[in-house]
């Protein structure tokens, strides 16, 4: 088991920066990647960063390109999650996941943190 747990959200104006931290426990050195995804209201949950563990692999979705940074400190079991220039679609609940192997899927999340971006 993985136990994540997320913080840094809160509400910010368009343009602001956050940073975003989830901290590992449990099996930790069982975990092959880790990724950020968020859900807006009323829409689906979406991918929007991952990086291996070993932080060799890094992938974004095409929205967040460019303005957020994910990042990982192995010996604080901590993946980071820079998000620059925010905007008002970035509003949405961020959560944190963990895989556990190269052909499993994202299987063990976090509880979420509201990130809320105004206009």
């Known amino acids: 088991q993985v136990q994540l747990v997320e913080s840094g959200g809160g509400l910010v104006q368009a343009g602001d920066s956050l940073r975003l931290s989830c901290a590992a426990s449990g099996r930790t050195f069982s975990v092959y990647a880790m990724g950020w995804f968020r859900q807006a209201p009323g829409k689906e949950r979406e991918f929007v960063a991952s990086?291996?563990?070993?932080?060799?692999?890094?992938y974004y979705a095409d929205s967040v390109k460019g303005r957020f940074t994910i990042s990982r400190d192995n010996a604080k079991n901590t993946v980071y999650l820079q998000m620059n220039s925010l905007k008002p679609e970035d509003t949405a609940v961020y959560y944190c996941?963990?895989?556990?192997?190269?052909?499993?899927?994202?299987?063990?999340w976090g509880q979420g943190t509201q990130v809320t971006v105004s206009s």
């Open positions: 990086i291996s563990w070993s932080g060799d692999n890094t």
């Open positions: 996941a963990a895989q556990v192997a190269v052909d499993a899927n994202f299987d063990y």
